[in-house]
């Protein structure tokens, strides 16, 4: 039985834990750096030599969760379709190798979960603290630009097989309803607008479409919505319009909708949907409420005005706000709000009215399982989407990284976000190509001990005890301790 005092060490369980854990990263990397150098050997022999010329190597790195894993590559010069000379690495091509930086799909995946949750600085100290990887905010930074680029650009895409009619969604509803608004960020540098009336800040805008509610669990009386989609960005109102189209037809298959609901703040660029066949606007409860409140002085006014309004009284609810501004003559301050909020009900006076309450919607049966329920969720995705990363605290931004956040953060709300990931920068291996990568191992492994003149394998390494030579700390004496009583082939891991 195995007997030391770890406190003896003067070590606790934490240290020991993450000593245990860098040792195991250390010897991971070191595999990971064997294997890359074997495939790279592997492809030298099987390369058409006419074709591809070695021209030596090249030492490189990448970055990964378990630490940074260092290996050399070959390079070979090649002339190209065009007959033009250039210089290509047969590993990264075999491997299909993206990365952003030297950095692995896995560790991007870490550094996209934190941004998205904290700020640059606080996810680079975050990814430290979680893997054996060190990174700055500035590399954090750079690769959620990255990301939101490739996203632009694949929302481009999508905007034009949208224009030619070639995008079709798998998904199909009657009735889809849409919300949108916008949210005002405080920007910075050249990019902060000058005048008093913007106050330094830009609107970027959100939609999300869903097509109904479901119960958040069986037994549950709370709702969610069902197959929920976003987009974001800063946008005209016309190239806005083209984003949600294009987004809504990736998803859904737009010749089965017949009515969409459009809910919005009354914004123009909200708007820019109307007069469609089938499009109806709805001003948002929320906005709504809020105008009467801010404008209404008297509770028992406010309280009267917003019952009409919600039972969709729409022209005796104008009427008892000029009824109001008559009473209130006297009073400049009042009659002034009074007369703004006259103003707003009436520039959207076609979207009071609850679309439920509306006897021009002919609202279709809701599929088994999904409810059709008020409109009014744009709030809070506002808030769980882009203000709580967003506008937290004292925070500015530049146009182009909150553009590209704001993408990733509408591709989360979807949950499509590292499925795009995946798409540009996994590395992707096919079951043929890990097979002969198995086979080309196996057979250096049994190679190792044999005598030949030209080997054109790596020899397996053979290592001493662990932190040989190094700085000892107490949880490397302790690891140094417990092997000398166990052989690393009797350690199991349960």
């Known amino acids: 039985m195995l007997d030391i005092s770890l406190n003896e060490n003067e070590i606790n369980f934490k240290d020991l834990e993450a000593e245990i854990y860098k040792l195991v990263c250390e010897e991971a990397c070191k595999i990971m750096a064997q294997i890359l150098m074997e495939i790279d050997d592997m492809l030298l022999e099987k390369r058409d030599k006419k074709e591809y010329r070695c021209k030596g190597k090249k030492h490189t790195n990448i970055k990964t969760i378990m630490g940074t894993v260092e290996f050399d590559k070959r390079i070979y010069e090649h002339i190209n379709s065009e007959g033009k000379k250039e210089y290509v690495y047969l590993l990264d091509e075999y491997l299909k190798m993206d990365t952003i930086g030297h950095i692995s799909t896995n560790l991007i995946e870490k550094v996209v979960e934190n941004v998205t949750e904290m700020s640059y600085r606080e996810a680079a100290k975050n990814i430290e603290s979680l893997t054996n990887q060190s990174i700055s905010h500035a590399t954090a930074w750079n690769i959620i630009q990255k990301i939101?680029?490739?996203?632009?650009?694949?929302?481009?895409?999508?905007?034009?097989?949208?224009?030619?009619?070639?995008?079709?969604?798998?998904?199909?509803?009657?009735?889809?309803?849409?919300?949108?608004?916008?949210?005002?960020?405080?920007?910075?540098?050249?990019?902060?607008?000058?005048?008093?009336?913007?106050?330094?800040?830009?609107?970027?805008?959100?939609?999300?479409?869903?097509?109904?509610?479901?119960?958040?669990?069986?037994?549950?009386?709370?709702?969610?919505?069902?197959?929920?989609?976003?987009?974001?960005?800063?946008?005209?109102?016309?190239?806005?319009?083209?984003?949600?189209?294009?987004?809504?037809?990736?998803?859904?298959n737009i010749d089965e909708i017949e009515i969409k609901i459009i809910n919005g703040d009354g914004a123009s660029w909200i708007k820019e949907s109307l007069g469609e066949e089938g499009v109806y606007f709805q001003l948002d409860p929320f906005h709504k409420s809020q105008a009467v409140i801010r404008n209404v002085e008297n509770k028992k006014d406010a309280h009267k005005l917003m019952k009409m309004l919600d039972e969709g009284k729409t022209e005796e609810s104008l009427e008892y706000i000029a009824k109001l501004m008559i009473e209130q003559k006297d009073d400049e301050k009042q009659m002034k709000k009074l007369e703004k909020l006259y103003n707003y009900l009436v520039a959207n006076k076609e979207g009071i009215k609850p679309y439920q309450k509306r006897e021009e919607i002919k609202i279709p049966e809701a599929p088994e399982g999904i409810e059709y329920k008020h409109l009014g969720t744009m709030e809070n995705n506002i808030f769980d989407t882009l203000a709580s990363r967003m506008n937290a605290g004292k925070m500015s931004w530049t146009e182009k990284g909150a553009n590209n956040l704001a993408k990733i953060l509408a591709l989360k709300t979807s949950g499509k976000l590292y499925s795009v990931v995946e798409t540009y920068y996994n590395v992707i291996i096919s079951e043929e190509k890990l097979a002969e990568i198995k086979k080309e191992i196996e057979l250096s492994a049994a190679d190792v001990n044999k005598k030949q003149k030209k080997a054109k394998t790596y020899h397996i390494q053979r290592g001493g005890m662990p932190f040989e030579g190094c700085a000892m700390t107490n949880g490397r004496k302790t690891i140094r301790e417990i092997l000398r009583y166990k052989c690393l082939s009797e350690l199991k891991v349960i």
């Open 148 to 252: 939101g680029e490739k996203i632009a650009e694949l929302e481009k895409q999508d905007i034009k097989l949208f224009k030619e009619n070639k995008l079709r969604g798998e998904k199909e509803t009657k009735i889809l309803f849409q919300e949108m608004d916008g949210l005002w960020l405080s920007m910075q540098g050249k990019d902060r607008p000058k005048g008093k009336k913007s106050r330094g800040k830009k609107e970027i805008k959100l939609a999300v479409a869903y097509d109904g509610w479901v119960k958040r669990s069986p037994g549950s009386n709370e709702y969610i919505t069902h197959n929920k989609i976003a987009c974001a960005g800063f946008a005209s109102s016309k190239e806005f319009k083209e984003l949600v189209d294009a987004t809504i037809a990736k998803e859904y």
